[in-house]
C-alpha cells in the first residue's frame, strides 16, 4: 500500500508563484497566504441577520419584564403613571417584534414566490429546504413572543383585578360612612331642633339646600365609583380576549405551517408523478419502436424466405 504524502506545502508554493508570476505585491502575497491559516468568517445572509435581532429584541423585552415586573404588580412601589408607562413600553417593544415577525414571513414569500419555476413547481430541492427552515425560525419567534406576551397579559390581569378588589370595598366603606354621617347629622339636627326650639325659616332653607347638595355629591361619587369598576372590568376583559386571541394566532400559525408541510409534500408527489409520467412515455415509445422494428424483421424475413424458395 502507497503511503500517503502531504502535498499541502507544495500547494503553497504553487500559489505563491502563481501570485509573483501576476505581479502581486507582498501585501496582497501575505494576505493570500494568511487565509490558508485564519479562514475568513462566512457572511450571514439578511435574513439570518433580521432573525437574529428579532431574538435580541424579545430578549431585551423578556429582560425589561423581569426587572419591571415587581414595579408593575406592587402598587406601593410606583404610582399609576408608571405603571402606565411600562405597560407603554411594554406594548411598544410587542409591536416592533410584530413588524419584524413580519418583514421576515413577507421576505419568505417572497422567495417562494421567485424559487417557483415552470408550472408553479420548485426546481431547486435545496431551496426548498431553506425555505422550509425559514419558516421554521419565523415559527419558533412566534412562539417565544407568544409566550412572552403571554406572560404579561398574566400580570396585566393580576394588576386590574387588584384595582377591582381595592375599588369593591372603599366602595362599600364610603357608603356607609355617608350613611352614618347622614344619620349623625339628622340626629344632631333634631336634637338641637328640640333643644333651641323653633328656628328661623333662613336656617331650615340653608340646611335643605345643604342636604340636597350632600346627596347630589353622593349619588355623583356613586356614579363615578360605578363607572370606574364598570371600566375596570372591561379592561380585563379586554386583557383576556387579547390573551385568547393571541392563542388564537399561535394556533393558526400552527395550522399554517402544517398545511406548508402537506403542500411541500404535495409538490413533491407531484414532481414524483411526473417523473413517473416521463418514464411511462419513454417505456412507450421503445416498447412501440420495438414493436415496429419486430414486423419490419418479421415481412423481410418472409419475404426473404420466400423468394429464398
Not at 143 to 154: I, M, P, Y
Not at 210 to 230: F, G, P, W
Request: charged residues 25%; contains cysteine.
Amino acid at each position: 500500500m502507497a503511503r500517503v504524502r502531504d502535498r499541502t506545502e507544495d500547494f503553497k508554493d504553487a500559489v505563491r508563484h502563481t501570485a509573483v508570476s501576476l505581479g502581486y505585491d507582498e501585501s496582497k502575497l501575505a494576505a493570500i497566504m494568511a487565509s490558508f491559516i485564519i479562514h475568513k468568517p462566512r457572511q450571514r445572509s439578511s435574513f439570518t441577520k433580521a432573525a437574529l435581532k428579532t431574538l435580541e429584541s424579545i430578549g431585551a423585552l423578556e429582560q425589561f419584564m423581569s426587572k419591571h415586573r415587581k414595579d408593575y404588580v406592587d402598587l406601593h412601589r410606583t404610582t399609576e403613571q408608571e405603571r402606565d408607562n411600562i405597560e407603554h413600553e411594554v406594548t411598544a417593544f410587542i409591536k416592533a417584534c410584530k413588524e419584524q415577525i413580519d418583514i421576515l414571513k413577507n421576505s419568505i414569500n417572497d422567495d417562494e414566490a421567485n424559487s417557483k419555476g415552470w408550472l408553479g413547481l420548485r426546481a431547486d430541492h435545496s431551496n426548498a429546504d431553506t425555505i422550509a427552515h425559514k419558516h421554521g425560525v419565523v415559527l419558533i419567534l412566534s412562539e417565544k413572543l407568544h409566550s412572552v406576551t403571554a406572560r404579561f397579559d398574566q400580570l396585566r390581569a393580576i394588576r386590574f383585578q387588584d384595582a377591582i378588589n381595592r375599588a369593591t370595598p372603599r366602595r362599600k366603606l364610603k357608603r356607609v360612612a355617608d350613611s352614618k354621617a347622614a344619620d349623625n347629622s339628622k340626629s344632631n339636627i333634631s336634637e338641637i331642633r328640640e333643644l333651641d326650639g323653633p328656628q328661623p325659616e333662613s336656617l331650615s332653607v340653608q340646611q335643605q339646600l345643604l342636604d340636597d347638595e350632600t346627596r347630589a355629591l353622593q349619588v355623583e361619587l356613586s356614579s363615578l365609583l360605578d363607572a370606574v369598576q364598570q371600566t375596570e372590568t372591561k379592561m380585563v376583559e379586554m386583557s383576556a380576549l387579547n390573551h385568547l386571541m393571541s392563542t388564537h394566532v399561535l394556533q393558526q400559525a400552527q395550522q399554517i405551517e402544517l398545511l406548508y408541510d402537506q403542500a411541500v409534500e404535495a409538490t413533491t408527489n407531484v414532481e414524483l408523478g411526473n417523473k413517473e409520467l416521463s418514464q411511462a412515455i419513454q417505456r412507450n415509445s421503445s416498447s412501440r419502436t420495438f414493436l415496429l422494428l419486430f414486423l419490419f424483421v418479421l415481412t423481410f424475413s418472409v419475404l426473404f424466405l420466400d423468394w429464398y424458395s
